[in-house]
């Protein structure tokens, strides 16, 4: 009964309705003709939002060659060939480490960088300027020196281009040498830019490789933690691993346990991996290469969203646009739109902030040394003494262990800035370490029958250090002289007719 | 019924391509829907505000609920219409009310340098001279700096909404 009454109800309002609008048939045309207004004004509407949004895809996007009209970015970047710039202990110029610090020669002794050890210079010179450097040598021929490709891995756009075409493992296989003529042109813009959209991209598999053994995708990085990113590809520490592949030196990231030098440290004393023996105490060493970002990351800087371009390549204005000074260099030399951004002080007094903490890590850093130095000279001694392996064994490895925190301090670049306190800590465990590894000195060398200190040798310049390691300077610069005169120029001309036939 | 069903959906259709329901969030990227504010993002993400603020916390007012809404609202769709008529300025300034809201919200995080107890002893008025005038009157260059026409930051990085159109339904460019 219920449901019948409803339905008639319902029946009863329909009838109303139709009838309403049997009686005035306009009124159903006028109801038409507004929905097909309405619909059509919100199909316009529509239409201008997608016609807007689509803008934004399009906006800012050449569509024809620009050039010769850079971008400001393009042309700021030909700053980093700018060399005028010295800080209190570093700068954009060149500075012979050796010189500077000639006791580097005696813990380098056996390795390369007794050799030639340089303050870098900017992008510009990337390639120059490993060139130059004595440790690449003089090679003859395609085949001869002493390095692998690997060399090439940081220096230039060229490598991702030559990796696409031989793989990585050939690439890290060939010597240094025969890919000469493919790698000429200086870091640039495709090292870190995607070529078609300029979105940072990761273009050296180093990086990624260690980012996958830590479990992480580096693809699924931000914004913000890629403008730190582009830089790790290089700015870190690393080393060559001959077990990957057959006959390669693969460029590998000591980053599976962490990043300080306790954490690399372990790493490689589980695969029992040494970059050299030391040629006077014959210990098992370490080279810290450069641990830039690893270092920043234990800093606050890093605890606080601060991203290496933040204060390496800050945003200026210039002609009423604001864009990244791609003339990444000390923020030294540009407090007021790096450090001054957030710090309300003046640029005096920030600059002093940053003297200070590094004549204090440098004041101990110079301690280690000394301690270093003068360790290698008594294993020395104790060797000459007859001393056993098994006496040494203990010895050499402290050796080792404290070197390795003093090269993970001194190799980083602006360390004593970016973590003061753990580049500090570094250095005080290396100081103990070492200190260690000299009473064990000491009482092996007394049981040897010498118990009086070991003369310190005239290490007070490059030239006198090097003479004391026995180095031959003289052959090194020569082959060097002869690979600039003879080999370089070649190996432009080669390049230059492969670019020239590009175009 | 048909009728209302087709502007139903042609509706829905506007909300989603406009992502009007990203502007009920604080997320900075919600202010560059529309792709002349790429400036403001842009150098806000640069500034030392980027790590602590979003566009809302000063933009807004944020002394209540319905207040910070009805302020959002009433913004928003002036924003929604000139940008829909085309009628932007080349350089965007900042109209008064917004600024007394940006105002109010400097004080609202910085009031303890505002009212510092010993320059309220030793200056006369302290409080009022730092509070009744408005703090960008000085710190013009408080986040966003001087530079701010709509072409300022041509190849600055900012996630702008992309390309609405669903992978599936694009054709293969070989085809």
Redesign the interface.
Known sequence: MVKNEKEQLNQLKMGINLKFIEKRPWLAWI??AF?VI??FM??L??A???E??????F??VPKTDIRPFE?R?FQSYYGTADTSFRSKYNGSAMIDMLEEDPEMVILWAGYSFSKDYKQGRGHYYAVTDVRNILRTGGPKNSNDGPQPATCWTCKSPDVPRIMNEVGVAGFYTATWASLGPEIVNPIGCADCHDEKT???RISRPALSEAFERRGQDITKAG??EMRSLVCAQCHVEYYFNKQIAEGADYLVFPWDNGFTAEEMEAYYDNMEFTDWTHALSKAPMLKAQHPDYEVYMTGVHAK??VSCA?CHM??I?EG????TDHKMQSPLNNVSNSCQ??HREETASLIEDVYLRQDRILENRKELETHLVKAHLEAQKAWELGASESQMENILKGIRHAQWRWDYAAATHGGSFHSPVETGRTIASGITIVQEARIKLARLLADLGHNQEIVYPDISTKEKAQEFIGLDMEQLNAEKEEFLKNIVPEWDKEAEARETSWR | MA?LS??LG??L??LW??KAHSYISDDPKAC????IM??QY??W????H??VTHCNDCHVPQNNFFNKYYFKAKDGLRHATI??LRNEPQVIFIKDEGAEAVHNNCIRCHYDQLVDPKLNVMVDNHREKMTERKCLECHREVPH?R?N?L???????V??????VPEWLKMKKNN
Do not use: W
Request: net charge positive.
């Open positions: 109801l038409f929905t309405v619909v919100m199909g509407l529509a201008s939002v997608t807007r949004r689509m803008e934004a895809v906006v800012n971008p970015e300029m979105n940072l914004y913000q606080r969203g933040d800050p945003y204005s009423g646009q604001k864009f951004v957030c | 009728a087709v502007f042609i509706s259709f506007t391509l406009s560059i829907n529309c792709h790429a400036p842009a150098t993400s640069h500034s030392s980027r790590e940008f829909t700096g530079v026409s072409s300022s930051v041509p190849n600055a990085k996630p702008l909404p992309e390309n609405p």
